[in-house]
């Protein structure tokens, strides 16, 4: 039967590029209007932490943002559909021990080919063993589809080689193999929201320049402020041209994305768009009335006294419908592996 995962690290406060890329395809996803709702519930998200752990954050900083992820998800309606759940990865213990038993039969070269590793400023072994987490997460609940943005892509192929490959060591039909999913229709452009500052990389929570990213959380001045700052061309005038303006295709994108519009209509349907400086305006307004109620709900669930209880009363009830699936799975396993029963 069909299963729906995704997760999200609590390495910032979730992005644009997070929102369309991922979170609001899994609102999508699991919404209970359209004709067929296939999924069997429930369909998990989670916000691994224990992702962001190889970023080495504070305690204090990492304990923040877990309920800001948590609440921002919220915000977003990601829990507003019936079978829909959102737990904390590091508590259900059955993802790092099935990443122990993937590790065993994963190469090593698998790994090396990955570009992450030699990329991030940290050393430490997690930067290089943290696919195989991934892949735990994901075979854990024994997903079919794994809702994610491009940057994705080689991450889900790890886990179907690994699937295959536990399926052909045990002789055993375990794990199916999962199949990312990227946003489709106008949404597609967003599998890739591209940094403001330079939009030759993605949009991340980890870049160090803030004006690079728009945060769920910001302010209308700060939204505005980091867009009439984006970088885009010398070039007069406004044209779609991913190739050679790939700045401000980039915006293009965003508002296509946004209006649910094909990037090369956007600057006829919302037109005629004289400069840059009206493309920016159009986009901070349909940006504003999109995040606006999401910001709003954001404080509200954080707001005390009785905000975070909320956000931990769902993430617990999260964790309970993750643990009943993750238990099923690793006592299978284990007995699949020759290692004795719990
Ligand atoms: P970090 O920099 O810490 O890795 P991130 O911004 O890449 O943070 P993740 O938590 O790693 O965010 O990813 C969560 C989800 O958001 C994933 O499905 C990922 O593919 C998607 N995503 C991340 N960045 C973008 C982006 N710029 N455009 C579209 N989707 C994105
Ligand atoms: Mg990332």
Known sequence: RPRLLSGIQPTGVPHLG?????????????????????????????VVDLHALT????????????????????????????????????????HTELQWLLSAICPISKLQHLPNWREKPYNNAAIFTYPLLQTADILLYRATHVPVGED???????????????????NCSMFPLPEPLLPCGAAAVAARVRSLRDPTKKMSKSDPTAASRIGLADSDDEIWTKLRS????????VSYDPEQRP???????????????????????????????????LLADSLLERLRPIRRRIAELLAPPDGPAEVAR?????????????????????????????
Request: glycine fraction near 6%.
């Open 152 to 170: 994705q892509l080689m991450h889900v192929e790890l886990s179907r080689e690994l699937a295959a490959r536990f399926n052909t060591r045990y």
């Open 314 to 342: 769902l993430l617990r009830q999260g964790r309970e419908a993750a643990e009943a699936e993750a238990a099923a799975t690793i006592a299978e396993v284990r007995r699949l592996t020759g290692l004795p029963p719990l």
């Open 230 to 237: 984006a970088v885009t061309d010398s070039t007069p005038g």
């Open 247 to 281: 700045g401000l295709a980039n915006l293009i994108d965003l508002l296509a994305a946004l209006t649910d519009c094909p990037p090369a209509e956007v600057l006829v349907r919302h037109g005629p768009v004289e400069n840059k400086l009206a493309l920016k305006r």
């Open 55 to 94: 970023a080495c954050p504070e305690p204090a900083k990492l304990r923040q943002l877990t309920l800001e992820t948590a609440a921002s998800l919220i915000a977003c309606g990601l829990l507003d559909s019936p079978g829909v759940r959102l737990f904390c990865q590091s508590q259900v213990a059955g």
């Open 18 to 46: 997070n929102y369309l890329g991922a979170v609001s395809h899994w609102v999508r996803l699991t919404r209970q209007d359209g004709a067929d709702r296939p999924w069997s519930p429930p369909s998990l998200f989670c």
